[in-house]
Every structure is written in C-alpha cells, then in structure tokens.
C-alpha cells in the first residue's frame, strides 16, 4: 500500500522544483541560443568570407550603438535617470549636420578661407567642424533640458523623471516635425565626402571598381565604415581620459558614488550633472551625423530605435559602466546583423533582445555591472 | 429686408423653373458630370491636379460641341479624402444636382464610400487614381456594377516590371520589401509570379520592417547572390537607404521598383541607374501626351503629373462611353464602360472583370540625377 502511493508525492515535487526554478524558461532560451549558435557555426563552415563580412558589417552598426549608449550609461550612472529623450537628441544631431551641410556649405569653410589646400584636408577639416557643431548644440540643447525638466525633479520619485523624461522625447520629436523646424518628410542626407569602398581579396586591398574579382569572394568594407570606426574610438578614448584623468571626470565618478557627501566635500553636485549630459549629448550628436552618414535618410523619428538599441546595449553591458556600454553594443551590432543574415531578417530585432533576456537572466546587473550597492 | 425676399423668391421660381425644365426622360440640356475631389484636407495638391485633369477634359469636349449634342456641365465638391465628407458630397450631388456621372475620388478610403452610395442608386462612379481593390470589387468578390478606375491596381505594377525585366535580358532577380505593408508586398508577389512563369529565376527573397535603416546583411546577400535585379518595391525614403548602402557593398544588380520611387525627394544618386514603372511620363513620345502636355501647361503653367493625367483620362473615357451608348442613361452607360475600348494618355485602356483598366504602365529610368522615360509595357 505505502509503495503504491509513494510516487504521487515525490512526481509533484518534480514538477514544484521545476517551477520554483524556472526550468522551463530556461530550456527555452538555451534552447534559442543552441539554435542560434548551431546556424552560426553552419554559416561559418559553408563560407567564412561571407560570414566575415557580416561581421564587418555588424562592427559598424555595433559602434554608433556604442556612442549613444554612452550617453544613456553616464546619466544613469549619476542620476539613476533613463534619459529617454537621448535618441531624440540623437536625431536633432543629425539634422544639425544635415543643415549644417547643405545650407551653410560648412563642411567646405576652409576652401573659402585658404582656398589653395588640397580637397582632403578641406573636407577633412569641414567635417570635423561639422560634427563638432553637431556636438555643440546637441549638448546645449541636452543642458536646457536638464535645467528644465529633470533638474526640479531631483528629489521626486523616479518615477516621475523616467515619465518626465517620456514626455521630453515626445516633444522633441514632434516638435522637430513641425514645417517651421525642420520637417515632418523623410529627408536625403548629404554625405560631406564621396564613398570609396575597398575589397579584401585574394589580390589584396583593392577599390572595388579596380577589382576584377567578384564582390562575394572578399571583405568590403568602405571609408565610411572606417570613418565611424576610428571618429567613435577617438570618442571613447577623449571620455575616458575625460572621467579617469580630469578633476571634472573625478567629480562625476564621486557624485555617482554619494552624492550628499560629494556636496559636503564642496562639489558642485548640480553643475557636474549638467555637464554629465552635456558630455552624454554630444555623444549622441556626433553619433548623429555618423549614423545619417551611413544610413542617409533621416526624418523626425529616426531616433527612437536606434535610441531604444543602444538603451538595451548599455543594459547588457552593466549600465552605468562605460566598457560595458562599448561591449553591449558592439555585441547588439552583432547579434542583430546575424540574426538579419543567418535567421531572419524581420526577427533581427526580436532575436537581438533575446539575447539581451538571456544575458540578464544569468547576470542581471549585465556585463560589467556592479552589484548594486547601498545607496543613500 | 423686401428685396432679400424678392431675391430668395426668385431663386426660388428659378430652382423650380430648371426642375421642371428637366423633367424625367428628357433628352435636352446639360449632361451633368460631378466631380469629387479632395481640394482640402491632407492631400489638397492631389486635389487640384485632379480637379484640373478633368476639367480640362471636359472642356475639350464642350469645345468640339458636347457629347449627344448636349454641352456638359461640371459640378465640383470637396470631398476631402475622407469617408464623412465625401459621403455627404456624394450623397449632395446625387439626390439635388440629380448627377448620373461622378468623377472621383482620389484617395481609395473616400472613393470606397462613395461607391457604396453610387453604386446601388445606379450612378456611374469614375475613379481616376484610388489602387484599394474594395473601390471596384465589393466584400463578397462582386464587381460593382457601376464603379470603375482609371489607374492600374498596385499588384500590376509587379507583373509589368517583371516583363520589363525579362525583356531586358535578365535571368535572376533578388526581392526585397518590407513585410509589413501590402503595397511592397503586392508588387513583390506579383513580380514574382510573373518572373518566374517568364522563365526567370528568384534567387533570393528577403524581408525587412519598414524603421529598419541598415540592410547591410541583406545586401551582403544580394552580393553574394550576383542577381541581375534588385526588386525593391518600396517607397522613396527606403531606395534612399538602400542605394547608397547597396554600392558600399558592392551589388551589381539593376535595381528596380514600383510608382512610390515617384518623388521629388528620390536621391538620384542612390537610384541611379534603377528603374522603375508608373502611371505616365510627360517624355512619352505618343502624339495625345505630347498634346496633353502642352495644353495642360498652357491653361495651368506647369507640367501634368500622374492625378492630372488619369483625371483627364478617367473623364474621357466616361464621355466617351456616354457617345457610345448614344443615351444619357447610367444603366446603358456602364455597360458601354465595361467594353470600351479607348486610346487614353496613359495607354489604351480596356476594361478586365472586375472593372480595373488593364492598359501599358511606363518605365522610367534614373540616369545621369535625372528620370528619363524608357519604354512603355503592356501586360
């Protein structure tokens, strides 16, 4: 009699362990990423130069990720604030530069100037001068905002900043589709310089119009990917000396760490977090331009995705960590140019946030987060 | 205060005078043709070159004496390009202008309601450009008897490029278009189909959703694939993303697409060297375009586009079926429609069975930052 009804309990304690440790999600995602994995290493052995070009493909889109990302890691990292509003940021830099160019000619300043300096260096020198008044304004813009609408809510709920912050990317988007301001029409960007695409072959670095080869039997990779490549890795090397070396970076790192006693030890608290996001804008700028140069069709909205991409890179890499923004999304850029390649490309977006599921369940705090400390 | 009464009095005996003077039957005076178009609302540019098309249509008409001996009279409403006030013009120029022809609307979601008003009080609806296949053909998969248009439906756009593309000498084609949407999707459908049935090969499909702005892993398979066509039936803001991004990863193919690359904001240089088909161009070297073309610049000070044109064409083709009938009867007239057989602007149209003109689309070309007009396709 007792053998007989032995089992019953001991199934049903089968089934309690399952759910308590949530087996069956977790046999589902593994499931995914087995899957996922196991077309990868398929696509690798059937033609690694094919596979070799998405992921120089990948590298690109994951390092205009990594600017925005910045911006949403450095804010949060000192206010503990999803600043929303950060893609839209995002896309007013990229118009900035998109008017910049063609209705001031800025990118040719320096041929008007000294009109005897051979092209490169004239546009060379007009483009920076272009980002860098994409980052100017982007980081203004970014301050008033602050000053407006976050800096009254310090010490209200977070709650009421993250929704504040909603309404402010709300309003910037519209209020950039307005026929006054810029437009509400999709709109051509016009790139600075002429694209020079370059062929990794047998043969060589070749231009892809001297190569005589096919284009699938090398790596393409053009100035442009270049371009965003070296300008972000400039970025992230300037921020990094900026928060590791400057008394200005020390600032912020003491008033992420305690803010009431960054106060008493005489830090200006308000005005290092106004420069938190001026810095995290002009980010955003730069990667403004630099995305409307890759993808040059830009509109109102333009922000919100890329926006939204670069909030789960800075997630996935541990945000409030700034490595781990640069990781997160050169990992997003990959996992979505992949999963575009090798699965499907209308589910590149849902398979990219797969991961970010997966990641966050094995380490919640993300890549390089910190577990979270007790704060005051 | 007494001459306002004498005025409304003899508006009065006047409104009850031209009322009995067209007394059921009778075959003297005006023809009355509507014309509903949106001249406000979100598309008022729309409406006028609509408004303009067939008036000038109608024009002609009355220069060279009328149709049945009778001179046409226009009466123009704003309908708005929405259902509420395109009902409420419809339902105005029906039971109190006593109208038997509406000419109209631009955008499917008015046409639709209109025909639902037209149709079963026997009054012939004309639309020159609304593609919805429900403007023609009602839920159950009927043909409304009364209704017809003027433009090609969005799946035909496909069957036409993929013929192009065939007579070009091309073998393997690569689709692209965005999932999401039933205008790129159609076109894609119906280029395929008849790409294949032509003995061309697809070689690769691929899908994308319409906020995606890198395609870099699409387009590194379309260079992979070597295909001899790019499809890509989508609007222009998407060629402009696509193109650029298309020769940074060295595709050859001939890129190739529908009517929404038809926009002043077209990058030239992203679409260069593409084609893609549309209702008309100006540059057609047919006798009736070139003069379309230059009365229309004449009376209105710029070159017609596609509205104007099939305006004008929707509004020919109603008279000339009228002259066919030889009757002002709407229950004759459409059936003189439906087997009228007519050299219009953009190509001579005929009729198929659901009432949606099977008639030549144009193909465009970019070259050298500019559209220029290659051939004319007929199914």
Not at chain 1, 319 to 342: D, F, R, T, V
């Amino acid at each position: 009699m007792a053998t007989t009804t032995a089992p019953v309990p001991r199934s049903s304690s089968i089934f309690e362990l399952a759910i308590k440790k949530r087996w069956l999600g977790k046999a589902f995602l593994i499931s995914i990423a087995l899957i996922a994995l196991w077309r990868i290493i398929i696509a690798i052995q059937a033609n690694p130069i094919l596979f070799l070009q998405q992921v120089v493909n990948g590298i690109q889109l994951g390092f205009v990720y990594a600017l925005i990302a910045l911006g949403y890691t450095m804010v949060y990292g000192i206010v503990r604030l999803i600043n929303f509003a950060h893609g839209d940021v995002f896309m007013v830099g990229a118009f900035i530069s998109f008017f910049g160019i063609t209705r001031f000619q800025l990118h040719l300043w320096l041929g008007n100037v000294a009109p005897g300096l051979p092209l490169w260096v004239t546009i060379g020198v007009g483009s920076v001068s272009v980002v860098v008044l994409a980052m100017i304004v982007c980081a203004w813009l970014s301050y008033v905002i602050e000053r407006i609408a976050y800096k009254p809510l310090r010490n209200a709920p977070r709650i009421s900043a993250l929704i504040t912050a909603i309404g402010v990317s709300f309003f910037l988007e519209y209020f950039a589709a307005l026929q006054f301001v810029f437009t509400p029409n999709f709109i051509t960007f016009k790139r600075p310089f002429p694209v020079q695409t370059w062929m990794i072959g047998s043969n060589g670095i070749q231009t892809l119009a001297e190569s005589q080869e096919s284009a699938s039997n090398g790596i393409i990779f053009s100035n442009i990917a270049l371009i965003i490549i070296i300008s972000s890795i400039i970025l992230l090397l300037l921020l990094q000396y900026v928060v590791q070396k400057t008394r200005i970076g020390k600032a912020m790192r003491a008033v992420a760490y305690d803010k009431p006693t960054a106060r008493l030890m005489g830090i200006n608290v308000d005005g290092i977090i106004s420069v938190t996001f001026a810095i995290g804008a002009s980010l955003a700028g730069a990667a403004g331009m630099l995305y409307a140069i890759a993808y040059p069709s830009i509109v109102f909205g333009m922000g919100i995705i890329p926006g939204l991409k670069a909030f789960v890179a800075a997630v996935l890499g541990g945000i409030g960590s700034i490595p781990g923004a640069l990781i997160g999304a050169l990992i997003m850029g990959q996992a979505e140019n992949l999963s575009a390649a090798y699965i499907s490309s209308p589910m590149r977006d849902a398979i990219a946030f797969t991961i970010l599921i997966i990641v966050l369940l094995v380490r919640p705090t993300g890549i390089f987060g910190e577990p979270s400390r007790e704060k005051a | 205060m007494k001459v306002r009464t004498l005025i409304s009095l003899l508006v009065l005996v006047a409104v009850l005078a031209t009322g009995c003077a067209r007394t059921p039957g009778a075959d003297t005076g005006p023809i009355k043709v509507a014309i509903l178009a949106p001249l406000s609302g979100a598309v008022p540019t729309f409406g006028e070159s609509t408004k303009n098309g067939a008036l000038l249509a109608i024009e002609e008409w009355n220069a060279k004496g009328g149709v049945l001996g009778r001179t046409i009279e226009t009466i123009v409403e704003d309908s708005q390009c929405s259902a509420d006030p395109a009902v409420n013009a419809a339902n105005k120029v029906i039971d109190q202008d006593k109208v038997h022809y509406i000419v109209g609307e631009v955008c499917s979601g008015a046409s639709i309601p209109i025909s639902e008003i037209a149709n079963p009080k026997g009054v012939v609806q004309i639309s020159p450009t609304s593609t919805n296949p429900l403007v023609t053909v009602g839920s159950d998969g009927t043909t409304k008897p009364y209704i017809f248009r003027a433009c090609f439906i969005d799946p035909f756009q496909g069957l036409v490029m993929a013929k192009f593309a065939l007579q070009q000498g091309h073998k393997t084609a690569f689709l692209m278009y965005d999932q999401g949407n039933d205008y790129p999707r159609g076109l894609a459908e119906a280029f395929e189909k008849s790409f294949t049935d032509g003995g061309g090969t697809i070689v690769g499909k691929e899908t994308y959703v319409a906020t995606d702005t890198d395609f870099s892993a699409i387009l590194t398979k379309v260079a992979e694939s070597n295909a001899d066509v790019l499809f890509l039936p989508d609007y222009y803001n998407i060629v402009n993303l696509v193109g650029p991004q298309a020769k940074e990863r060295g595709v050859t193919s001939v890129m190739m697409g529908g009517d929404g690359w038809d926009s002043a904001d077209l990058d030239m240089a992203a679409a260069e060297g593409g084609y893609f088909s549309n209702h008309y161009s100006p540059e057609d070297s047919r006798p009736i375009v070139q003069d379309w073309v230059k009365n229309y610049t004449a009376k209105y000070g710029a070159t017609p586009d596609a509205l104007a044109t099939l305006a004008y064409d929707a509004a020919n083709m109603l008279l000339a079926a009228i002259e066919k009938a030889g009757v002002d009867d709407p229950a004759k007239v459409k059936d003189a429609l439906a087997s009228l057989e007519y050299e219009a602007v953009s190509g001579k149209i005929t009729f198929d069975q659901f009432h949606n003109p099977v008639k030549a689309a144009a193909v465009l070309q970019v070259k050298d930052g500019k559209v220029t007009f290659v051939a004319s396709i007929a199914p």
